[in-house]
Nanobody
């Protein structure tokens, strides 16, 4: 059974920081592409950051570029999203996802963690 579990969400003030973690279990994710999505109230889920299976290429949405950093843990079964200079518009449910090494799609999803940023 594949499982992705997010943690680290919570509340922060604008300008603050939070760090999200995603732990994968049930199979080896060493070569999996990993991504972070978010869904704000009334909006569609959007991909905000991803890393390929080799771990040598990352992508960020313009809305978070320069503020958020995605990284993989040493064991490769954990991925992190460091979120700095948070803005109220970052308020959303954040989801971790995993898929084939190229990152062309994401087949496995976590249940999400809430991030709320106040002004």
């Amino acid at each position: 059974q594949v499982s992705l579990v997010e943690s680290g969400g919570g509340s922060a003030q604008a300008g603050g920081s939070l760090r999200l973690s995603c732990a994968a279990s049930g199979r080896t994710f060493i070569n999996a592409a990993m991504g972070w999505f978010r869904q704000a109230p009334g909006k569609e889920r959007e991909l905000i950051a991803s890393i390929n299976g080799a771990g040598d290429s990352t992508w960020y949405a313009d809305s978070v570029k320069g503020r958020f950093t995605l990284s993989k843990g040493n064991g490769k079964n954990t991925v992190y999203l460091q979120m700095n200079t948070l803005k109220p518009e970052d308020t959303a449910i954040y989801y971790c996802a995993a898929g084939p090494p190229t990152g062309s799609r994401f087949d496995y999803w976590g249940r999400g963690t809430q991030v709320s940023v106040s002004s």
